[in-house]
């Protein structure tokens, strides 16, 4: 059995989908195969302008899905043969008009829930699914479409929902058996049964359940780009596409910024020991990023330097902290409470302050809970008003051979300090796996680039005084 995922670039219009079809040709019929597709690109932005649009009583929404409409009904025009066109045309139209009943619905009432836009966001995958398969199938591709809310199982929040991994692995044994089976990603499910979906960049994560649910050889996930990098392109010139992976060195890099795979993928596949594959659409001769339970060991210490930019740093600090039990613990839950998500926690080892990185976005929101929690404590002088430092970045060094190799943290933090770029707070895994440092935005290009430079690019020895 082996999963595929296309990515919104590789369904993004009609010759994007040719190739898509000419990557399943040549993989042949020897093995079963699921397809997962994501929204044409561009396509789930445009859904959020669309309920966007209609709960402010804006009637421009209505030309917004006459646009919508218009380009999946092209991409049939250009991938079907006229004379097989009315039903799969039918059927879009018909989509279409459900969704223009919600997008009323919500203009008229005013009111727009989170169970709504789920709704209305998940339209992009059940389009594009449907034109795929029929695409396949006037390309010598027998299909079976299915619809993936049939089988992931979630619970009800919505826009980013917990999959119940043994209600939707029990669902998948019963997927109808075919050579070939096309699915919708990123859309679910709840236990209620209503339409949820699994986060932005959520069809990876359910190929990936795909993958395991059917105990697949391998796992596929087709982008625009030649795998993961060493580093963002768009930072550093010279990064280069990295071979092998560890699941969770793959793990440490997606969670840090490469945005080549969304991060809870993995997951599902490390019990299963299921490898994976991150390979560009467009260039599909290029071997790709292997990632796996056991990569091929190199000596490459450091296997990739991620960066998450727009992020806020938050300091709890004050005399009155030191050796008194629970003060992190009311920090955290007062951040739980407002779902604020944390990317970075360090603390003094005196106790006397506690930092954590968190989404820029989110910086008032955090100070404004932290601030309620410890009122009491703030107004006995005991615990100073919280500080929130912006635009900050996260840099990340990530590589299993960082845990034999020591000095790698020395390296890096006197190359920064050479040149002048100061660190605001630092902090390094358990497993040594990953060592990550806050700084400035304004440093974050020069610091990826610096450390890119030191850990990736092989500096020229100078020859050897010739003998005489």
């Known amino acids: 059995m082996l999963v595929l995922k296309f990515g919104g670039t590789s369904v993004a219009n009609p010759a994007a989908i ?42 421009t929404y209505l030309e917004l899905l006459l646009q919508l409409e218009q380009k999946h009904l092209q991409a049939i025009v ?42 209305v966001m998940a339209y992009g995958e059940r389009l594009s699914s449907a034109i795929v398969s029929v695409a396949f199938q006037h ?40 050579d070939l089976l096309v699915a919708p990603g990123f859309i679910a499910r709840s236990s209620e049964g209503k339409t949820t979906v699994l986060g932005r960049g959520g069809s990876d994560f359910t190929a990936s359940l795909f993958a395991a649910g059917l105990q697949a050889d391998l796992l596929e996930i087709w982008s625009d780009v030649d795998g993961m990098y060493t580093t963002d392109p768009r930072k550093a010139a010279a990064a280069f596409s990295i071979e092998e992976l560890s699941y969770e060195e793959a793990m ?19 019990a299963a020991k299921i490898p994976l594959v991150l390979k560009n659409t467009f260039n599909p001769g290029h071997k790709g990023t292997l990632i796996s339970h056991a990569p091929v060991p190199t000596s490459q210490v450091v296997k990739g330097i991620s960066c998450i930019d727009q992020i806020a740093v938050l300091t709890l600090s004050g005399s009155g902290m030191v050796g008194v039990p629970g003060v992190a613990m009311r920090m955290f839950k007062a951040l739980a409470l407002e779902s ?71 390296k890096a933090f006197s190359l920064l300090g050479e040149h002048k770029i100061n660190i605001r707070a630092i902090a390094q895994g358990a497993t040594e796996r990953i060592i990550s440092v806050v700084l400035r935005t304004e440093d974050a290009h020069k610091a990826v680039n610096l450390l890119h430079n030191r ?14």
């Open 139 to 178: 390309h010598g591709l027998p299909n079976t479409l299915v619809d993936s809310r049939d089988y992931i199982v979630t619970d009800a929040t919505f826009l980013n929902a917990k999959v119940n991994l043994k209600k939707t692995y029990q669902n998948m044994q019963v997927l109808p058996k075919a």
């Open 252 to 270: 440490e890099l997606a969670y840090f910024g490469a945005k080549v795979l969304y991060p809870p993928t993995i997951a599902p596949l490390v």
């Open 18 to 59: 040719r190739q898509l079809i000419s990557i399943l040709q040549d993989k042949g019929t020897s093995k079963p195969k699921v397809v997962v597709v994501s929204a044409m690109s561009k396509v789930t932005d445009l859904l959020i302008s669309l309920y966007q649009k209609a709960a402010v009583q804006d009637p």
């Open 78 to 119: 250009e991938l079907v043969p006229m004379s097989q066109q009315i039903d799969i045309m039918g059927r879009v139209k018909m989509i279409f008009r459900e969704l223009e009943d919600v997008c009323r619905g919500i203009y008229l009432l005013d009111e727009l829930s989170d169970s709504t836009k789920a709704r």
């Open 340 to 410: 604020i998500n944390i990317y970075f926690i360090t603390q003094s080892s005196s106790e006397q302050s506690i930092t954590v990185g968190l989404a820029e976005a989110e910086g008032q929101k955090a100070v404004q809970a932290v601030n309620q929690e410890f009122a009491d404590d703030i107004a006995q002088e005991l615990v100073n008003p919280i500080s929130l430092e912006v635009p900050m970045s996260i840099v990340a060094l990530v590589g299993n051979g960082m845990i034999q190799q020591p000095g790698i943290a020395g």
């Open 455 to 468: 850990f990736f690019l092989t500096v020229p020895q100078k020859p050897e005084p010739a003998l005489t």
